[in-house]
């Protein structure tokens, strides 16, 4: 059974910090392209961040890149965004889904595999 599980989320004062985490199980993770996502009330879903199966090529959303960081354990079967310099438009909830295909990382239709998601506010 396949399971992804984001957590980290929560409440940040614009310019803080949060890390998120996704453990993943139930699938061969070090396969597989890792992502992450969000999703505003009201908005459709958008590309964060992506990685890929060893960790050596990373992926970002122009608006997080410098501020964002993607990692991932593949011994540990985890896949990470550190976010810095927090915006009120980075509230959202984030979800980090799984990708066989390494084709179309920024595609969040071609993910096989996703998480319920963690909510991120940035908020004073």
């Known amino acids: 059974q396949v399971q992804l599980v984001e957590s980290g989320g929560g409440l940040v004062q614009p310019g803080g910090s949060l890390r998120l985490s996704c453990a993943a199980s139930?699938?061969?993770?070090?396969?597989?392209?890792m992502g992450w996502f969000r999703q505003a009330p009201g908005k459709e879903r958008e590309f964060v961040a992506g990685?890929?199966?060893?960790?050596?090529?990373?992926y970002y959303k122009y608006a997080v890149e410098g501020r964002f960081t993607i990692s991932r354990d593949n011994a540990k079967n985890t896949v990470s965004l550190q976010m810095n310099i927090l915006k009120p438009v980075d509230k959202a909830v984030y979800y980090c889904?799984?990708?066989?295909?390494?084709?179309?990382?920024?595609?969040?239709?071609?993910?096989?595999?996703w998480g319920q998601g963690t909510q991120v506010t940035v908020s004073s």
């Open positions: 139930g699938f061969t993770f070090s396969s597989y392209t």
């Open positions: 990685v890929n199966y060893n960790g050596e090529s990373t």
């Open positions: 889904p799984a990708l066989e295909n390494p084709g179309g990382v920024r595609c969040g239709r071609k993910y096989d595999y």
